[in-house]
């Protein structure tokens, strides 16, 4: 039995049960007690202590409170007889595995609630996943080559190991994010075309397509940097021309197939007015900027777009 409670009510769980301040401390805010579920009904309040994935068993620290005071109990809990956990989470905890927006954190914070929570990812409710994944988001957009690996561990470990097949496909997109910022963009390529044809997840091929289109615009900017004139060029301009051609069939494939699943499709856009420049097409490059801007004006990208045209002469909408 798997139960996924919302923020809302998680929240009204942890003040319910009595918040204590986390003081002096990095994360701030307020943290409640772990609560195991079990398939009897009854529920256990305290802590885990640790969890025997060989014995399927949790080591659950039991605090009880009664009237001559609090009292502790270690306590072994079979999994089998475990229905699910609500795992104790401070506020600052909540805010980053929501995503919310406008919540401060440093990345040595977030770091900190990841390792907190990464041994239990497997575990229903467990919301290391979700953190995880606000992680890697600080850590790709650096655009640091130097931050790709640790990233790319930490999506590893949410693919192979995350309870939630949502959190599993967002980070296996992070990953081949990540191997491309590292440089590894042939890996990243082979691994990407194994996603191509996954019909149940057009999402994760579209992410796919994306890795793909930025190794043919990487290797084609590297072409066009060696040989500036590669349009006359009878050995280099066919090996360009088939570059181009990879970079925008990836680049154009969520728009036109799949226009729905808005911020890849608006990137894939804006990297194809990327490949119209680089290969002085300007024209091309406004339309495309255009198109972008009137098919997804609330996409991220849509704004690198707007600048653009800007740029060229073109007023805003």
């Given at each position: 039995?798997?139960?996924?409670?919302?923020?809302?009510?998680?929240?009204?769980?942890?003040?319910?049960l009595g918040l204590a301040s986390i003081t002096g401390g990095l994360l701030g805010g307020v943290i409640a007690r772990d609560i195991?579920?079990?398939?009897?009904?009854?529920?256990?309040?305290?802590?885990?202590?640790?969890?025997?994935?060989?014995?399927?068993?949790?080591?659950?620290?039991?605090?009880?409170?009664?009237?001559?005071?609090?009292?502790?109990?270690?306590?072994?809990?079979?999994?089998?007889?475990?229905?699910?956990?609500?795992?104790?989470?401070?506020?600052?905890?909540?805010?980053?595995?929501?995503?919310?927006?406008?919540?401060?954190?440093?990345?040595?914070?977030?770091?900190?609630?990841?390792?907190?929570?990464?041994?239990?990812?497997?575990?229903?409710?467990?919301?290391?996943?979700?953190?995880?994944?606000?992680?890697?988001?600080?850590?790709?957009?650096?655009?640091?080559?130097?931050?790709?690996?640790?990233?790319?561990?930490?999506?590893?470990?949410?693919?192979?190991?995350?309870?939630?097949?949502?959190?599993?496909?967002?980070?296996?997109?992070?990953?081949?994010?990540?191997?491309?910022?590292?440089?590894?963009?042939?890996?990243?390529?082979?691994?990407?075309?194994?996603?191509?044809?996954?019909?149940?997840?057009?999402?994760?091929?579209?992410?796919?397509?994306?890795?793909?289109?930025?190794?043919?615009?990487?290797?084609?900017?590297?072409?066009?940097?060696?040989?500036?004139?590669?349009?006359?060029?009878?050995?280099?301009?066919?090996?360009?021309?088939?570059?181009?051609?990879?970079?925008?069939?990836?680049?154009?494939?969520?728009?036109?197939?799949?226009?729905?699943?808005?911020?890849?499709?608006?990137?894939?856009?804006?990297?194809?007015?990327?490949?119209?420049?680089?290969?002085?097409?300007?024209?091309?490059?406004?339309?495309?900027?255009?198109?972008?801007?009137?098919?997804?004006?609330?996409?991220?990208?849509?704004?690198?777009?707007?600048?653009?045209?800007?740029?060229?002469?073109?007023?805003?909408?």
């Amino acid at each position: 039995m798997t139960v996924t409670m919302s923020v809302t009510v998680t929240r009204w769980c942890h003040r319910l049960l009595g918040l204590a301040s986390i003081t002096g401390g990095l994360l701030g805010g307020v943290i409640a007690r772990d609560i195991i579920h079990l398939e009897s009904g009854a529920a256990l309040q305290g802590a885990i202590d640790r969890v025997d994935h060989g014995e399927g068993r949790v080591r659950f620290k039991v605090i009880m409170e009664g009237p001559r005071g609090r009292g502790e109990a270690l306590r072994q809990v079979s999994m089998k007889d475990i229905a699910f956990i609500d795992f104790a989470q401070s506020e600052l905890e909540i805010d980053v595995a929501a995503g919310r927006a406008g919540v401060e954190v440093s990345l040595a914070a977030m770091r900190h609630l990841w390792k907190r929570h990464e041994t239990n990812l497997h575990l229903a409710n467990c919301p290391g996943g979700a953190i995880g994944l606000a992680c890697i988001g600080r850590l790709l957009a650096t655009g640091r080559p130097s931050q790709a690996l640790e990233a790319e561990e930490m999506a590893g470990e949410i693919v192979h190991r995350d309870w939630d097949a949502e959190r599993r496909r967002r980070a296996a997109c992070y990953r081949l994010q990540a191997m491309v910022l590292a440089g590894r963009v042939s890996e990243a390529r082979a691994e990407a075309a194994l996603f191509l044809d996954r019909a149940d997840d057009p999402a994760l091929a579209v992410e796919a397509r994306l890795v793909l289109g930025h190794a043919a615009f990487h290797r084609l900017g590297e072409l066009v940097a060696q040989h500036p004139r590669w349009m006359d060029d009878r050995e280099i301009r066919p090996q360009c021309e088939s570059l181009i051609r990879s970079a925008l069939d990836h680049f154009l494939f969520a728009s036109l197939f799949h226009g729905a699943l808005r911020e890849p499709a608006a990137e894939g856009l804006w990297q194809a007015c990327r490949v119209y420049r680089l290969i002085n097409k300007p024209e091309r490059a406004r339309a495309v900027a255009r198109d972008l801007t009137e098919l997804y004006p609330a996409a991220k990208a849509c704004q690198r777009a707007r600048d653009y045209l800007e740029i060229e002469g073109e007023a805003r909408e």
